[in-house]
């Protein structure tokens, strides 16, 4: 039987921002066991709620241990795990959009390096690719350039690629430069239309501040507004 009750850190406050996964209850339970005989038993609920603006997460452990001192372990690795979650949602930008056509036709304009510096970008920028291979431990190497003439090195890795579900990649500051954030992409069917989210975790708060200042959140949607014009448009 549980017989104690831990709500590690409290209630926390996650982000400023729409928060990427759906409001409701996730439960688990965690076992710990050291040369076959069970140490502790826990019973983790997550409860996340709140408004389009602003959510908040709500840790509760029901503990049974058989070894002392368990409450304040869980406590502390369950409270920096909240203090590590919240930095993270502090940096995150999230957009979606939902495109009239096929997931496959999607994914193939995303993953063909035909197509990909065609659309990618806001309106009024265009790619000029120096490499590009679109695979997992791939690269993309290429210029975005304004209709200025401001040319704005970029330099894409790609650690996962999971065919018509999900890429993940990293950005850098030009070719091998300083990371700038950490991205993925998922493509969702939606009977025969397709959601595509686009997500960054940005490498510091100060940068995500500075991109949403300069237009970060209207300019990813115009290039995600380009992927549906060009998909719409084969």
């Not at 997550?46 to 509760?60: H, I, N, P």
């Not at 690795?77 to 590590?84: Q, R, S, T, V, Y």
């Not at 990371?179 to 595509?196: I, M, N, P, Q």
Request: proline share 4%; glycine share 12%.
């Amino acid at each position: 039987m549980l017989d104690g009750f831990l709500n590690p850190g409290g209630q926390a406050r996650i982000a400023d921002r729409p928060f990427s996964q759906p409001r409701g209850e996730i439960g688990l339970r965690l076992i710990k066991v050291a040369a076959g005989v069970t140490q502790s038993a826990a019973l983790v609920t997550a409860d996340f709620s709140g408004t389009d603006e602003r959510s908040r997460l709500v840790v509760t452990v029901q503990l049974s241990s058989l070894a002392e001192n368990m409450e304040a372990g869980y406590r502390q690795g369950f409270g920096a795990g909240l203090d590590n979650l919240a930095s993270a949602a502090e940096r995150t930008m999230v957009l979606e959009r939902v495109i009239q056509a096929p997931r496959t036709l999607v994914w193939g304009a995303w993953m063909n390096p035909e197509t990909l510096p065609q659309w990618w970008g806001p309106d009024g920028f265009y790619c000029r690719t120096t490499r590009i291979d679109l695979r997992t431990g791939g690269e993309w190497v290429f210029d975005m350039i304004a209709a200025d003439g401001t040319v704005y090195p970029n330099h894409h890795r790609y650690g996962e690629v999971r065919a018509y579900e999900r890429i993940g990649y990293t950005l850098l500051w030009g070719e091998n430069g300083p990371k700038h954030a950490d991205a993925w992409a998922s493509f969702e069917d939606l009977d025969g239309c397709t959601k595509v989210t686009l997500g960054m975790i940005f490498s510091t708060a100060a940068e995500f501040q500075e991109a949403r200042g300069f237009g970060a959140v209207e300019l990813g949607l115009q290039t995600l507004g380009k992927l549906e014009r060009f998909v719409v448009s084969q």
